[in-house]
């Protein structure tokens, strides 16, 4: 496992590459650059001072020039500086965006995967049966609907209708998280005050996990259920509570780690509609911010994350295989 793991990992350094190359051409190529934001409004600038900014920004090189002096920078951790902000622009991110993001997709992946479970493994048992229609339905539903007209109508039905279950949620302050409750007050009265901005945006980040990995559980739970040693079990006069949870389980779940594996990384990409829709400040915000002022380091460093993030999770999604199944070998 362990040459088949270093394989894999040194086929990750070209994919990463070009990956990185096409973030910073489709980066590079949109219109306008941060010479722009920099002088938009400014009717005192001369076209002499705008191609000396340019020049000074290297903005004048084309486009795969300064890519490669990016990688250059970037192999030794130098992301550049954010420009809106005026430090590093991997600080930025973890410092003050990567925690609000953790902060919403954790709770979403583990919550999500503690109710799609059992409710998959109900409706292939119950196969057929009025809750298995409703939850089908439901799936159905929550897999179709796009993120940001959900996020809508719990922001309308709840934020505003009702804004007494969410605790105020639209008086989110800009920066960061809360603010109602000073540090002082202990590390629990902080919490409790954060949870109030998390309510909405994690049910809505929820609902299509929930969705995905029940429709999962489901499909493998039904196909394990017509296996051979399924049926030996049941005949040797096992109970059904004994045969489902140790012999079927145990088998039916090995996808799951896919979908889990794979779940993570996109949590991070869906997050960046979920934090827009509720002003959640956290990475998916920062690059939908961070487009629209043309703050194009803080760009590539979350976009960058989230490439890394993929691979590296499917690796391990690989070698969880591996322990999970014991006739999976890398060899």
Known sequence: ??????????????????????????????????????????????????????????????????????????????F??????????????FQNRLPNTLLLTVPALVISTLIAVPLGIFSAVRQYS??????????????SAPVFWVGALALYFFAISLPQLTGGLLSLPPGGLGGDV??????????????????L???????????????????????TLTQDYVRTARAKGLADRRVLYKHALRNAVT??????????PGLFGGAVI??????????????LDALVTKDFNVVMVCLMMLA?????????????????????RYS
Not at 274 to 287: L, N
């Open 201 to 223: 945006p994690l049910m809505v980040l929820m609902l299509r996990e929930i969705a995905v990995t029940m429709r999962f559980m489901r499909a493998n739970m039904l196909e």
């Open 255 to 264: 996808p799951i780690v896919t979908i889990m594996g794979l779940s993570i």
């Open 130 to 143: 009025v809750l298995d229609y409703l939850l089908t339905f439901f799936a159905f539903v929550a897999v």
């Open 1 to 78: 496992m362990g040459t088949y793991a270093l394989r894999r990992v040194i086929q990750m350094i070209p994919l990463l590459l070009v990956i990185s190359l096409v973030i910073f051409g489709l980066t590079a190529l949109q219109p306008g650059d941060p010479v722009d934001q920099l002088v938009f409004g400014n009717s005192n600038i001369t076209p002499e001072d705008i191609a000396r900014l340019r020049a000074a920004y290297g903005l004048d090189q084309p486009w795969i020039t300064r890519y490669f002096f990016w990688l250059q920078q970037a192999v030794t951790g130098n």
């Open 80 to 93: 550049g500086y954010s420009q809106d902000f005026g430090i590093p622009a991997l600080e930025y991110i």
């Open 274 to 287: 979920t934090e827009t829709v509720f002003s959640w400040p956290g990475m998916g915000k920062a690059i």
């Open 308 to 328: 890394i993030l993929t691979v590296v999770f499917q690796l391990l999604t690989d070698l969880a295989y591996a322990l999970v199944d014991p006739r999976i």
């Open 182 to 199: 000073p540090p002082e007050a202990g590390w629990l009265a902080v919490t409790l005050d954060k949870l109030k901005y998390l309510l």
